[in-house]
């Protein structure tokens, strides 16, 4: 475990190589310098499990709003840089676990554990929840920054599935429901689609805010044969969802991996400003109370350049 000063001179280190960074198609203001926890580890004696998070937040500001991101299978807290640390930016502590099918861990494919790695990414969301005082504690630079009453669960892919779990789903082949009173609201990118096995989700009658970004030819022969696939949560979920639909894109809709990653293979920063804005106008109207979503929803579908094929909400 770091000492105070040694986490100190961590934060700083990493601070002043984030100072006027920005992700790619960030905002149109200056961004504040960030200040990145990286490691902060979580001990959980009831897994026996060290659960491993990345820590993200302005340098400046007080009772920020919770962001718990969920990352797709088998990356990490370190991925989704583009977003996160965009989100941070404008006002929000982003906490990244490391799941345990990270191919980070090194776990082999056959590990026992994994069978259950939809259950146990749940777990480390609530986990996270649980001990954002232990967080505080090994990060005295956090103490009293966290507002625990604005938690919104986001996630790519697999994360979507955790997120979703979070909210307001459950998966009755497994008869799980594992939602979380906490969570407000939740962004769902590209989950998959509903599925057999723990992708088989049901939603449950309490209905929180929820925005879903798929892209247009996010298709697998096999396993999704249509884009709407992956919006099944929309087309099947409660009302309160909002799906934006983005033209051309694929499964990192434009990017929100980050440039470090080769998955992505045509970057496109207009898509990933588009995500980058949805996203936090969804977030400051859930979170902070902001009043222009739908005139936002409105003037992204209005645009004649905009990368967004279709932007609903029901």
């Excluded at 798929?214 to 999704?224: L, M, Q, R, S, Y």
Aim: hydrophobic fraction near 40%.
């Amino acid at each position: 475990m770091m000492s105070a000063a040694r986490l100190l001179r961590h934060c700083l280190i990493v601070a002043c190589i984030a100072m006027g960074a920005t992700a790619a198609g960030a905002a149109p203001e200056p961004s504040p310098t960030l200040l990145t926890l990286n490691p902060i580890v979580l001990k959980d004696p009831a897994r026996d499990k060290d659960l491993s998070i990345r820590v993200t937040l302005p340098m400046q500001g007080g009772r920020l709003p919770i962001i718990l991101f969920s990352h797709g299978a088998s990356y990490s807290k370190d991925d989704y840089l583009p977003l996160t640390e965009f989100w941070a930016a404008h006002g929000y502590v982003v906490i990244q676990p490391t799941h345990i099918e990270s191919a980070s861990l090194g776990l082999p494919r056959d590990d026992p554990r994994l069978a259950s790695a939809w259950k146990d990414r749940i777990l480390d969301m609530r986990f996270i929840l649980d001990s954002l005082g232990e967080i505080e504690r090994q990060a005295p630079l956090l103490k009293g920054r966290m507002d625990p009453k604005h938690v919104i669960a986001a996630g790519h892919s697999f994360g979507g599935h955790t997120a979703a779990a979070l909210t307001a789903a459950h998966m009755p082949d497994m008869n799980a429901d594992l939602t979380d009173p906490r969570i407000a609201a939740a962004i769902m990118l590209a989950p998959p689609p509903l599925a057999a096995g723990f992708r088989n989700v049901a939603w449950g009658t309490l209905s929180k805010p929820m925005l879903l970004i798929v892209g247009e030819a996010d298709v697998i022969k096999g396993f999704n044969d249509k884009w709407q696939d992956h919006a099944d949560y929309y087309y099947k979920g409660p009302t309160g969802q909002c799906l934006a639909v983005m033209t051309g894109e694929k499964h990192y809709l434009g990017g929100i991996l980050g440039t470090h990653r080769t998955e992505e293979e045509t970057p496109n920063p207009q898509s990933l400003t588009a995500v980058q804005t949805m996203t936090l106008a969804f977030l400051n109207t859930e979170a902070k109370g902001a009043k222009d979503w739908d005139v936002l929803r409105q003037q992204l579908l209005t645009s004649p350049s905009t990368p967004i094929g279709i932007f609903e909400c029901k």
